[in-house]
């Protein structure tokens, strides 16, 4: 059996529908790309399951690295999935992947300037085709959220009465109450007047069949760097370090650690460590503090 047709009996498999619906994006995502890879110029979901080796393995992961290593361990890892599925159905004996050894991916420490941020979301909300973006580039920062949680926020998680938002995070299940500052809520009612007869905050601005959806989380970075180029700001930018970015701003204003995790999330001070990053600002203010004391 070729190992596309064993993608195909997946998708169709109880493992593959009991997924969470982002999750089955993803790994379809995944699988797509994983399929379409061509080694020594063999497609590899042209190959029979049985005869694939941990050589077309490992230099399928080198190709995909070419394209980013976290990128290459995700496309890996679902890979690897679909691969112990063909074992439990015995398609095959062994999976190739389960020895190709994974690179480390070096942590990100980039964080935007306030000047970054502003250039951003002058550019999206100049354009109603773009607002969206903005809006949830808007809300990562200024809630210190992940990005893909605010692609799916929905209107029943905001109170416009007592000016909050309960988010409910996807990646560790916790859920955060914050205040909604003024210039986000104006920018939200507006939002409601255009977006409320639907459930998502911020949606692809276009219907699709008459429905609107979310950003996936794949087409997403993509039109955000389109907007992020035409604003002039650096590749070296990503929606995602916008949690970062604000993390970053707490500790500089001397914001204690808990008092962080209540707005990250985080149930343990370890977890929040990733996010921090040495500053001018947190060095003076600590040197400063000290000759006060």
Known sequence: MKLKQVAKEYYSSHDYKNLR???KAHYL??????LATSVDNVVIGEVDVTKMSTKQAKLSYDLWCDRGISTANHIMAVTRILFNYAVRMEHCNINPFATVRRRATQPRKVV???GDVKKLLDAAYSDFSTRNIGLIAHMAYEWCQRVGDMRLLTWDMLNFETK???IQQSKRNAQVELPIDD???DMLIQQEQD???QQYVAPKPTPFKGVYSPYTMYKL???ARMLMDDAGLSKDLRLSDLRRTGVTEMVDAEVGIGQIMSVTGHANPQSVKPYLKNTYVSANNALT???KS
């Open 112 to 114: 935007w300037t306030k």
């Open 29 to 34: 995502y995944c699988l797509t790309n994983s």
């Open 221 to 223: 970075p993509m039109y």
């Open 195 to 197: 977006f409320g007869f």
């Open 164 to 166: 909050r938002v309960i």
């Open 289 to 291: 503090a000290r000759k």
């Open 21 to 23: 619906d982002e999750t």
């Open 183 to 185: 210039d986000l809520l």
